[in-house]
C-alpha cells in the first residue's frame, strides 16, 4: 500500500464484500521497487455451499497510464477554457472599443455635417441676392456653377447625416410607392 488509498475507500470495500456485495473501485497502491501505481479493482466475495463467504476473488488492472493521461487531457481542456475566456474578453473590450470609436466617428460626422451646412446655407442665400441683382452673362453663368456646386455639397452633406443617422439607429424611413422605371 501507497498510504494514499482514503481510509473510507478501505471501508466500503470492506462493508460492501463483508455483507455479500461485489466492489469495485480505485486504489493507490506501491509495487516492490517502490514505484507507486493506480488500480481498478473488482473484489467479489465467494460463498461456500453452507452459503458463507469462504473467500474473495479479485481482479485488478494498472490505470496508471490511462489516469496520467485523463489529468493531462484535464489540465489541458481547463487550459483551453482560460485561453478561450481571455480571447472572449478581449474581444468584448475590442468589440466595446470599436462601438465607442464608431459612436464618436458618427457623432462627429454629424456635428461637422451640420457645422458645413449652416455655412452653406448662406452662401446659397447669397447666390439668391446675386441673382437677383443684374448680373452679366458671364457673372450669371458663374453663379450658375457655384449654385450647382453648392447643391451637390449639399447633398453630400445629407448624405453623410442620413449614415450617421442609419449608424446610431435613428433613421426614419418613409414608406411610400416608387417607380422602378425612374
Known amino acids: ?17 463483508s455483507h455479500g456485495r461485489p466492489w469495485k473501485g480505485t486504489l493507490y497502491n506501491r509495487r516492490r ?4 501505481y493506480v488500480e481498478l479493482a473488482v473484489l467479489s466475495p465467494i460463498r461456500g455451499a453452507d452459503g458463507r463467504i469462504t473467500h474473495y476473488v479479485a481482479a485488478k488492472e494498472d490505470i496508471t497510464e490511462k489516469q496520467r493521461v485523463a489529468e493531462e487531457l484535464n489540465q489541458y ?12 474578453t478581449e474581444l468584448a473590450d475590442a468589440r466595446q472599443r470599436a462601438d465607442a470609436a464608431n459612436e464618436a466617428k458618427s457623432a462627429f460626422l454629424a456635428n ?13 442665400g447669397l447666390l439668391d441676392v446675386l441673382e437677383n441683382s443684374g448680373l452679366s452673362v458671364r ?7 457655384i ?17 450617421s443617422k442609419i449608424e446610431a439607429g435613428r433613421m426614419e424611413l418613409e ?8
Not at 451646412?117 to 452662401?123: A, E, F, H, I, S
Not at 450647382?148 to 442620413?162: G, M, W
Open 147 to 163: 449654385r450647382q456646386s453648392a447643391a451637390t455639397l449639399l447633398a453630400i452633406i445629407d448624405d453623410v447625416l442620413d449614415l
Open 139 to 145: 457673372q450669371a453663368g458663374l453663379v450658375d456653377t
Open 1 to 17: 500500500q501507497s498510504g494514499k488509498t482514503p481510509k473510507k475507500t478501505f471501508q466500503a470495500m470492506w462493508a460492501a464484500i
Open 112 to 124: 461637422m455635417s451640420h457645422e458645413i451646412r449652416t455655412p452653406m446655407n448662406g452662401v446659397v
Open 175 to 182: 414608406k411610400r410607392p416608387v417607380s422602378l422605371a425612374e
Open 33 to 36: 521497487d517502490g514505484t507507486e
Open 77 to 88: 481542456r481547463n487550459h483551453l477554457e482560460e485561453l478561450v475566456q481571455e480571447r472572449t
